[in-house]
């Protein structure tokens, strides 16, 4: 590269790729924002200065010309010697210039983001991770099981004469209604209609007397038991309505016995059918009411039964609502209530039930320790293992070896399993302990064991929010306080407490010294060290140095803790024996170090390693959690899967002898969501999505919940009797272990049914659509649509059926929830939302559509490709187009946009990576059949880019509209002097400039990392590109530059400068151009043509503006001054504020020529001629095509100065051209001297005759 940089070493730190991702690469435009970025480069020792070159001043030593006769060989050999110094000499000096220094600053800033990009973004092979996604496998997987499911013939017998007696009891009931019956005493009517009603009420004393929720659990419910529920509800549905012919009694009846299946079964899905058949038959009651065909109390069930119904709802979630806020349908003389009030008080309670669940799930730490929580529920704590100290609390010290239920752990919120010891933390932030106190572990002020939990007393008085202790060694604890400061207790030899010393700790003391201050997220006790992460990344460690498990290059022991400097960016540590594993804060990057034996440190080898070490086969994925145990580690990928390595049992592979000295999939688990880990010394547990519990490794004393203690388990059992248990939370010690239902606050839980609120299925928005689209009819009518009563009613129906989505989809995001379980209903969702927002609806029920829109939009979009399409059709083609868009296609325009910003999609649509939504597209619907499989191909150097370059055409057209605009309003009011120039909202959208900018960043990056040639589609994108933008912006300049040599208004010069900086002839050209030099020049040089178009206005633009003098000045003054620092060449300008708005310009400038230059040296330069080049000589040497070239070099001097005098004599009779030449080569000569002798006039002639005749001389 012809720029010089001075001399420096660079070392791109891999956990800061995201954080440098994040940076605005535009600010580089400008010489404050690149000293910033530099700084941090600086700062995060990325770059390191290293010593200039001492300047030579000494040139060549030349021979005495005058004595010594030297040959032409030796003449050009001393002249390229003494060109060569004074060459090295300038670049030297002009390197150090201030704008050579920025222009260094912004080079190696934008190399270290263009590298961020390329290797987080591009073709990492982050498919790996996804091959075994349950979202994949979890449908045909269920479809083998139940495939397999043994079937008898006993069971096909049972069930044909169940389903045989319930369509026979259904055929005579519906018989007892439709005929008379026959009269009863006194002439009244009865008999078979009473019959028939008895039995449904039988049916409803019957569920009524069941526990709540006692068909909640359909997997306990044989399919036959499922068969005949379907059958019940659907008969139940049908005799509902008026018109079913079953009496007034019966379909109040059949009401409340669908609303009692429908609260035992818990299901959202199945309240919502209620609801649904009670707005129908409510609907067709006021059609009977207008029509005066209403005979009897119709559409009415019972007020007790209701609210019974509603009580126990309420009591099962832990309702803490005041009552007096509770909806409650009106009761009438009778003791009913209307069904279409019961269907709305159902419905509000659903909704409130949900929003509270949200609340707690979306946001887990806005729940401070010592607050109740939104949705207050009763623990349950499991236990089972090893018993010998009392570390479960229960009974005997006899091992349990299946999950027994503990009562006395029900407060706890976070429960911490150690050696022999428990340690339990309630809702308050108080710790409890029991179990092994050798040593003082338990914090308890002695060593002794203890049989029940006792309360540690802490000094100074804090809330705990999580503890840690160690599975191994003598023992010892650590906890750190919801202000972020930390306690150790316990042994403290190698100074693993933190205090400073090796003595044993009692009682919990807060650590000091290099923590004070520091706000801890995340602490670790490992068997003899420990570890601390601090809110802002850093790493500390102490304790046994050993196998450099605290990673500061070295064996040293600490007892104090000591920051890791070589990682930052951390947000979790895990401490194993001898080895410790650290996690970004991203969860891109996990870094091991300390013993490497058996492989426990994942990089393919035993070596020990002193300093953090990347693991290569975790990047690519997003990691959640990390843990260490004694002779193995685990890793909690983002989509469920569980990598292990190391050696033993703990690896689930099937063997206890097994050894992986990288990180391995846990095949048992590839079909399992997993959602938390937990390693105890040789034992590990993992928690599924739907709270099932699994175990596997070192089962000695029952750890792993099997019913027995023999052998380990090689492969990851579920853990018995917790079949129905709601688990929420995990913890393995070093031969027990703990399982409990309190919701975690460090990290996100959402269960994808919660009774009768929560069901993260497609059949939930399914219902909530028909219920959109069936009422939003006639939303602004005076009527409202049956069987609402007034408007009021009605849009509060829908406010509720919105805020339940809402509460869904933001439900579905914090859960990870794959896209997918929209199924169907995206689309139609998408369309009815934003056909919502361009209706004139009221405004309450707008902004509920607004906030359902913005908490699910990445949810609610289509997949990728057809993204683009419905992009570029909403997308004006015009700049009248703008005012046209609607509400909602100006939302849905704003939403795409946003969502194409995640640098995931964008690498993509620039097919560097493979889509997200690739797995899912062929579920998508026929939409997408005309698209090739392989339109994301990535394979060789060409991914296709076709959608790439629609777009940002697109984009910068449209952002062109807007400069266009701009400037107009400026050119319109150039001649006004008031300050306050009118100009109409002409503001560009920052989606549309962030996201072309993104586009642009990604193909530039990977033009400069990647191996691209000239013929590559990346390049040839790129061209096509700047094609359109360079033109562009020397329109933009040129018009600049009229506008200020017109205008002598100030602000108009103010306002222009804000409207440039902006447009694509601003930063954006900056980012481009200082790119451009990082790419090899035969990939520039076709654009050379559009550079060297750019320059003129550019050039003109700054010698009218104010900054371009005094910085050409200082350019040529600053070597008399110089500098030393390379870091801040360009600070110190002593500029006015007005002057340092332009300097960017002036560097564009600048950056400009010198890319034109790189591109004429290399051409001026060349490369030795090419064959081609060699045979094309001869028509080189031909009249034709040499123009003189035939002549040696003395004769074209005479020729041209012979004809420089005839032409500047002006009087062809004085000074005649007297040179040999050919005939036709002398008649071009005459003529071009003007002279009227013939044959040169006669061809003059008959060349202004062609001329006139093809219109081109008039």
């Known amino acids: 590269m012809a720029l010089m940089i001075p001399p420096v070493k660079l070392k791109w730190l891999e956990h800061l790729n995201s954080s440098w991702i994040t940076e605005d690469s535009e600010s580089i435009a400008t010489r404050d924002g690149v000293s910033v970025l530099y700084s941090k480069l600086l700062a995060n020792k990325e770059v390191v200065l290293l ?25 050009e050999h001393y002249l390229d010697a003494l060109l060569s110094s004074q060459l090295a000499l300038a ?104 019959l028939c009603n008895d039995v449904i009420h039988t049916a409803i004393d019957v569920v009524s007397s069941l526990p709540p929720l006692s068909l909640a659990n359909e997997s306990k419910i044989p399919a036959m038991g499922l068969d005949c529920l379907a059958q019940v509800t659907t008969f139940l549905k049908g005799i509902t309505m008026p018109n079913s012919g079953a009496d007034i009694l019966g379909r109040r009846l059949a009401s409340e016995l669908l609303l009692g ?86 419905f509000e309670e659903v909704c409130r039930m949900a929003s509270d669940y949200s609340r707690t799930c979306v946001s887990p730490d806005s729940i401070q320790t010592g607050e109740a929580p939104v949705v207050s529920e009763t623990c349950e704590v499991y236990v089972w293992g090893s018993n010998s100290s009392h570390q479960l609390v229960e009974g005997t010290q006899e091992k349990i070896l299946q999950p027994k239920l503990a009562a006395s752990f029900a407060d706890a919120q976070t429960i911490e399993a150690g050696q022999y010891c428990t340690f339990v933390i309630s809702s308050d932030g108080s710790v409890r302990a029991c179990g092994k106190g050798s040593y003082g572990r338990l914090g308890l002020g002695d060593s002794n064991n203890q049989s029940t939990l ?37 042994d403290g030899d190698y100074g693993k407490l933190g205090h400073g010393n090796s003595s044993t700790q009692k ?116 990691i959640r959690k990390v843990c260490a145990g004694s002779q193995s580690s685990l890793a909690l990928t983002s989509t469920g899967q569980v990598y292990a390595w190391g050696c033993g049992a703990c690896l689930g592979c099937g063997s206890s002898e097994a050894t992986a000295l990288r990180p391995k999939l846990i095949e048992e688990l590839a079909t399992t969501r997993v959602v938390d880990i937990s390693i105890g010394d040789s034992h590990c547990l993992a928690l599924s999505h739907d709270n099932e519990v699994y175990a596997w490794g070192n089962n000695s004393m029952g750890q792993c919940g099997q019913g027995n203690s023999t052998g380990p388990i090689t492969k990851p059992k579920k853990v018995v009797g917790l079949d129905g248990v709601a688990v929420q939370q995990i913890s393995a010690g070093t031969s027990h272990s703990l399982a409990w239902t309190a919701l975690p606050r460090d990290r996100q839980v959402v269960a994808w049914h919660r009774p009768y609120c929560v069901d993260l299925e497609e059949s939930t928005f399914s219902h909530l659509r028909s219920f959109l689209e069936r009422y939003c009819d006639g939303i602004n009518s005076e009527i409202p649509p049956l069987p609402f009563p007034s408007s009021r009613e009605h849009h509060n129906f829908l406010k509720l059926c919105l805020r339940l989505l809402s509460n869904h989809l933001a439900l579905a995001l914090a859960g990870g929830v794959a896209i997918s379980i929209l199924g169907r209903q995206a689309r139609p969702l998408r369309n009815l939302l934003f056909r919502l927002m361009d209706a004139s609806v009221p405004d309450d029920i707008q902004e509920a559509v607004i906030e359902t829109l913005s908490v699910g939009a990445t949810m609610l979009l289509p997949p990728l490709r057809e993204r683009m399409e419905l992009l570029h059709s909403l ?11 609607s509400k909602g296609q100006r939302m849905q325009l704003d939403i795409i946009l946003t969502s194409l910003q995640d640098h995931t999609h964008v690498a993509s649509l620039l097919g560097y990576s493979s889509p997200a939504d690739a797995p899912e597209l062929p579920s998508s619907g026929p939409t997408f059949a005309a698209y090739p499989d392989n339109v994301y191909s990535t394979t060789g150097d060409h991914p296709d880019t076709h959608l790439a370059e629609i777009l940002m055409k697109t984009l910068l057209r449209n952002l062109g509209f807007y400069t266009d605009q701009a400037l107009g309003e400026l050119e319109k009011n150039s001649d006004k002097l008031q300050q306050g ?207 003189g070239l035939e002549m040696d070099v003395p004769q074209l001097d005479m020729c041209i100065s012979l004809l420089l005098e005839a032409a500047l004599s002006g009087n062809e009779e004085q000074k005649t051209f007297d040179c040999p030449l050919p005939p036709d080569l002398s008649v071009l000569v005459v003529l071009a001297l003007g002279s009227s002798k013939e044959p040169a006039n006669s061809l003059w002639i008959n060349m202004q005759d062609y001329a006139i005749s093809k219109g081109l001389l008039y």
Not at 110 to 116: D, T
Not at 287 to 314: K, P, V, W
Not at 465 to 474: A, E, M, P, T
Not at 879 to 884: C, I, V
């Open 91 to 194: 670049k030297m000096v002009c390197s150090d210039s201030p704008f050579a220094g920025a222009l260094g600053k912004r080079v190696l800033v934008l190399q270290r983001i263009f590298y961020a990009l390329s290797n987080k973004y591009h073709d990492k092979g982050k498919v790996k991770q996804q091959q075994h996604s349950p979202e994949n496998n979890s449908s045909s997987a269920d479809l083998h099981s139940v495939s397999e499911r043994p079937r008898s013939s006993t069971d096909a017998l049972i069930e044909m004469g169940v389903r045989t007696g319930l369509s026979l009891l259904f055929a005579l009931l519906r018989q007892s209604w439709m005929l008379p019956p026959p009269p009863g005493p006194g002439g009244s009517f009865g008999g078979n209609i009473n």
């Open 507 to 622: 009682y919990p003391k807060l650590i000091q010294g290099p923590l004070q201050g520091k706000v801890v997220v995340c602490v670790s006790a490992g068997y003899r060290h420990s570890a601390a992460v601090s809110e802002d990344g850093e790493l500390y460690t102490w304790g046994e140095g050993d196998f450099g498990r605290l990673g500061h290059g070295d064996s040293n022991s600490r007892n104090i803790p000591t920051l890791v400097k070589d990682i930052s960016n951390v947000g979790e540590v895990s401490c194993g024996s001898s080895h410790t594993i650290a996690l970004s804060k991203d969860g891109r990057t996990v870094w091991s170090f300390g013993g490497g034996d058996n492989g426990k440190l994942g990089h393919g080898d035993t070596n020990r390693v002193y300093k953090p070490k990347v693991v290569e086969a975790l990047q690519g994925m997003f």
């Open 51 to 75: 010593p200039q070159q001492v300047l030579c001043l000494k040139g060549p030593q030349l021979p005495d010309f005058e004595r010594e006769s030297l040959s032409s060989d030796e003449q």
């Open 875 to 885: 997308l004006p083609q015009g700049p009248d187009r703008w005012e046209s868009l």
């Open 454 to 490: 006792k309360k540690l007393t802490f000094e100074p008085h804090r809330a705990i929010k999580k503890v840690s202790s160690s599975k191994g060694s003598d023992g010892h604890t650590l906890a750190f306080t919801t202000e972020g400061e930390v306690f150790s207790w316990g």
């Open 981 to 1187: 120039t009118s100009s109409s909202d002409s503001s560009q959208p920052a989606h549309l400039h962030q996201l072309l900018c993104s586009l642009q960043k990604q193909l530039l990056a990977y033009c400069h990392i990647g191996s691209i040639t000239e013929n590559s589609s990346s390049v040839a994108l790129l061209h096509k590109h700047l094609q359109l933008l360079l033109p562009h912006a020397t329109d933009i300049f040129f018009r600049s530059a009229a506008l200020i040599k017109e205008s002598c208004n100030e602000s108009i010069r103010e306002k222009l400068q804000d409207v440039m900086y902006v447009s694509a002839a601003g930063s954006m050209l900056c980012q481009i151009i200082i790119s451009l030099l990082l790419l090899p020049v035969s990939v520039v040089r076709p654009l050379l043509s559009h550079l060297l178009d750019l320059l003129p206005p550019l050039d003109r633009l700054n010698r009218l503006l104010p900054a371009a003098s005094p910085l050409e000045d200082q350019e040529l003054q600053w070597p008399l001054h110089g500098t030393s620092d390379f870091a801040e060449p360009a600070s110190g300008m002593l500029l006015p504020q007005p002057l340092l708005t332009w300097v960017w310009l002036v560097d564009l400038e600048r950056t400009v020529a010198l890319l034109v230059g790189r591109c004429l040296g290399g051409m001026l330069q060349g490369a030795p001629t090419s064959l081609e080049e060699r045979d094309s000589s001869y028509w080189l040497k031909t009249p034709l095509f040499s123009n």
């Open 261 to 346: 299946l429908a609260s035992q079964r818990g299901s959202l899905r199945y309240l919502l059918e209620w609801i649904e058949m009670a707005l129908a038959a409510s609907a067709v009651v006021s059609t009977m009411e207008q029509n005066q065909a209403l005979q009897g109390h119709e559409g009415l069930i019972s007020y007790d039964c209701f609210i019974n119904i509603l009580m126990q709802m309420r009591r099962s979630l832990g309702s803490s609502a005041d009552r007096s806020q509770w909806r409650e349908p009106t009761q009438t003389p009778d003791g009913l209530c209307s069904v279409y009030e019961a269907a709305l008080c159902l």
